[in-house]
C-alpha cells in the first residue's frame, strides 16, 4: 500500500522555523523524485521545492529561494522541507508527492498534507 505521511506542520510566529517531515512507504522511495506543494485558501496548489531521487538537484519557487530547504535521506525513504524566516503569505497546507516517468507510465503518489500557520 502506496503511503506518503507528512508531518510537522503547525502555528509558528512571523520570522520562525519549521521542518516538514513526509515518510513513504509501499514503493520504492530511492527511485522517486518527490517535491513539496502548497495550497493557500482559494489559490491554485503550487510547488514549492523538488529535489532528484539521489538528492543532487534541487529546485525553488522563487518565492522561497534563500529561506526554504528540501532534502531527503533514502535510507529513512524520507523527504524534508526546512522553513525558516517564515512569513504570513507562507501560510499553507502543504503537501508531499513522489513521482516518476518509466515509460509509457507515469507515477504520482500524493499526500494527505499538513496544515502551517503563520501568524502573531
Known amino acids: 500500500q502506496v503511503q506518503l505521511v507528512e508531518s510537522g506542520g503547525g502555528l509558528v510566529q512571523p520570522g520562525g522555523s519549521l521542518r516538514l517531515s513526509c515518510a513513504a512507504s509501499g514503493f520504492t522511495f530511492s527511485v522517486y523524485a518527490t517535491s513539496w506543494y502548497r495550497q493557500a485558501p482559494g489559490k491554485e496548489r503550487e510547488l514549492v521545492a523538488a529535489?532528484?531521487?539521489?538528492?543532487?538537484?534541487?529546485n525553488y519557487a522563487d518565492s522561497v529561494k534563500g529561506r526554504f530547504t528540501i532534502s531527503r535521506d533514502n535510507a529513512k525513504n524520507t523527504v524534508y522541507l526546512q522553513m525558516n524566516s517564515l512569513k504570513p503569505e507562507d501560510t499553507a497546507v502543504y503537501f508531499c508527492k513522489a513521482n516518476r516517468y518509466a515509460a509509457p507510465t507515469r507515477f504520482d503518489y500524493w499526500g494527505q498534507g499538513t496544515q502551517v500557520t503563520v501568524s502573531s
Open positions: 529535489i532528484s531521487s539521489n538528492g543532487v538537484i534541487t
